[in-house]
């Protein structure tokens, strides 16, 4: 029998990656271990992207500043936030930044896909995955592809960071198949500091990006099967506990993350409404 294509998303190959165990809270384990209690930074990142989405969605000729208010507050996500006054303050912050963003953006050009879902088979996996948007743009041999992915987290990211993104990489192999064209940019825009970081893949690079997706398939195929088996799913998914198990979401299910520093649920915003000391 031919092995079945592991079916996945950036986000699931990217939390084996991250910790195995998590990957195992996440995946395989059901009932799904209890999660602790939303972060207001994901309700910020959300929010602020929805209100993108909805701006394209609007004809070109009413993609103005003044509908920005109208869209945040219509997808505005609450949770998290430690008060009325925190959200609030997130609020402003989110509009300040979607309206300089705008401001980048020609309203007449229309990217070739919004929150669109990209699709592709290897002999290994079955990717899909979401991508924020995908713009056609011309390139010196005729239109290319775009990737962009939209950031909200408090630090700026640089061209490593768009250069080792796996989940860039697979939305622009992808979108290259999908669309028959060809996608070797991506580009990570970080509304709160108004930069694009990018990367031109090369062919070589993109393949070596899909191929470490398929390692981490074969890995996670392997993992699984050894429970099936009956093996120990603890060893199967070994904790690999690091500064990201503050932010875990399963922190309270697992005994590594137990050892981890706490954070209250509203402590990255915090972080992202006040300026560091020498910002300017
Ligand atoms: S708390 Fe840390 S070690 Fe445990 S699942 Fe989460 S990331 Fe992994």
Redesign the pocket.
């Known amino acids: 029998m031919p092995e079945r294509l592991f079916v996945c998303t950036p986000s699931k190959l990217g939390s084996y990656e991250?910790?195995p165990?998590?990957y195992r809270?996440s995946y395989v384990d059901r009932p799904t271990p209890p999660k602790g209690p939303p972060w207001a930074h994901n309700s910020l990142g959300a929010s602020v992207h929805t209100a993108l989405r909805n701006w394209f969605a609007l004809p070109a000729e009413r993609r103005l500043p003044e509908a920005l208010p109208t869209l945040l507050k219509g997808t505005w996500v609450r949770e998290g936030y430690r008060d009325e006054a925190q959200e609030r303050a997130a609020y402003r912050r989110a509009l300040e930044w979607l309206e300089s963003y705008v401001e980048t953006l020609d309203p007449a050009v229309e990217p070739l896909g919004v929150e669109r879902v990209v699709a592709v088979k290897t002999s290994v996996l079955a990717f899909n995955g979401r991508a924020d948007r995908i713009d056609s743009r011309s390139g010196p041999d005729g239109p290319e592809l775009a990737i962009v992915d939209y950031k909200t987290g408090r630090t700026g990211l640089d061209s490593d960071d768009a250069r080792g993104s796996q989940a860039l990489a697979l939305y622009a192999f992808a979108a290259e198949r999908v669309f028959r064209r060809p996608c070797r940019r991506v580009e990570l825009h970080h509304l709160p500091s108004g930069t694009v970081a990018a990367h031109e893949h090369t062919p070589e690079s993109l393949a070596r990006q899909v191929s470490r997706a398929e390692d981490t398939a074969r890995d996670i195929v392997a993992a699984e099967r050894a429970v099936a088996e009956g093996g120990d799913p603890d060893e199967a998914f070994p904790?690999?506990?690091?500064p990201?198990?503050t932010w875990?979401d399963?922190?309270r299910s697992?005994p590594?993350?137990a050892e981890?520093p706490t954070k209250d649920p509203w402590a990255a915003v915090d972080r992202v409404l006040t300026p560091a000391a020498g910002d300017a």
């Open positions: 991250d910790c165990r998590r809270y904790t690999t506990p690091g990201i198990c875990c399963f922190r697992c590594a993350g981890a």
